[in-house]
């Protein structure tokens, strides 16, 4: 196997973190951005020019291109890019702030689909490449107290859905990572949580900042960040990438029993759905048959 030249965003910690350090323990490039350099120095010490890093805060969409530019120019090919950065933000929708709702849609969604307008040209004039955006089991299935994390890997899940297709023929392949719970800073100094309202105290929001403050036992967090960071890099060496990669034991139950309730419900309201067609077009179907 050919070593393979990747960008990744948001690697101080969590996922970036973990596949930054296994790719360039076995020999990969990786450019690596961050929004404090410095969290960085120890692989720079190790490996090098093999790590080429920049800051990048992905609410900043020119700052964005900018660094895309400069990878590119600097690396000359990049094979595999990683839209990773991103955070949860808790609480009911009605006890967020807008600023907090802001930075969550600017970092998530936003910042990801600017990555993916940036680095699209590149990839296009190369020939190719591959792209991995981490979505999230959340984006899938949406468990109350967390509705705008869910919006944004919703629509980052929307976004791909669409924008895979358009790229396809110019060699560019994408992946939509969606694990579970998994042991990186998610849930601790990285979560956003809202100012509290006494109404929703003894409701889903007020259970799960308990959890989060350590008062109550936490709901079962699965996943190992080096498990999946692993598999994320095991599928990229594969020829034909896989559309989806839902990892965690949490993930593959609750989506399997998000998308058959979803079928089901469906299924259920054919005959509704096919009523409101126009006669002529009933008529014609009809015919057909
Ligand atoms: N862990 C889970 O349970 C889980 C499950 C499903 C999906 N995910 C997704 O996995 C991705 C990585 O999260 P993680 O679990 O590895 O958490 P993490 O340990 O908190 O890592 C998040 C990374 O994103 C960076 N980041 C946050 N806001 C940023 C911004 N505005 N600009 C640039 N970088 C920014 C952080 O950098 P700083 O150090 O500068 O804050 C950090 O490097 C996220 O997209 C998350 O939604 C996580």
Redesign the pocket.
């Known amino acids: 196997m050919t070593n393979k030249t990747w960008f990744i965003?948001?690697?101080?910690?969590?996922?970036?973190?973990q596949l930054t350090e296994q790719l360039l323990a076995r020999g990969d490039r990786v450019a690596a951005?961050?929004?404090?350099a410095a969290?960085v120095d120890s692989l720079a010490a190790e490996y090098g020019s093999r790590l080429w890093r920049a800051e990048?805060?992905?609410?900043d969409t020119t700052r964005i291109r900018e660094v895309v530019e400069q990878a590119f120019t600097d690396l000359g090919h990049i094979d595999i890019v990683v839209s990773?950065?991103?955070?949860?933000l808790l609480g009911a929708a009605e006890e967020l702030s807008d600023d907090q709702i802001d930075?969550q849609i600017?970092?998530?969604l936003t910042?990801s689909i600017q990555l993916a307008r940036a680095v699209i040209p590149h990839l296009r004039a190369q020939g190719g490449g591959r792209i991995i955006q981490?979505?999230?089991?959340?984006g899938q299935i949406a468990l109350p107290a967390l509705s705008l994390?869910h919006a944004t890997?919703w629509g980052i899940e929307g976004f791909w859905e669409s924008t895979a297709g358009e790229i396809a023929p110019f060699g560019i392949a994408v992946t939509l990572?969606?694990?579970?719970?998994?042991?990186?800073?998610?849930?601790?100094?990285?979560a956003d949580i809202a100012k509290p309202m006494p109404e929703y105290a003894d409701h889903a929001p007020g259970l799960l900042r308990r959890m989060l403050a350590g008062e109550v036992p936490a709901l079962p967090?699965p996943?190992d960040?080096a498990k999946i960071a692993a598999a994320i890099i095991t599928s990229a060496d594969q020829d034909e990438a896989p559309k989806r990669l839902t990892l965690g034991s949490d993930a593959y139950e609750l989506v399997t029993a998000g998308l058959r309730e979803r079928l089901t419900a469906l299924e259920a309201a054919k005959d509704l759905a096919y009523s409101t067609d126009a006669d002529d077009f009933t008529e014609a179907r009809t015919n057909e048959n």
Do not use: C, I, Q, W
């Not at 951005?33 to 404090?36: I, P, S």
């Not at 981490?134 to 959340?138: C, D, P, Q, R």
């Not at 990572?177 to 990285?190: C, D, I, K, Q, W």
């Open positions: 965003t948001g690697t101080s910690s969590g996922f970036g973190r951005t961050v929004r404090n969290a990048l805060d992905v609410t990773n950065a991103g955070y949860g930075r600017a970092t998530n910042g981490l979505s999230s089991m959340g994390y890997k990572v969606e694990p579970g719970g998994a042991r990186t800073e998610f849930a601790g100094t990285s967090n996943g960040p």
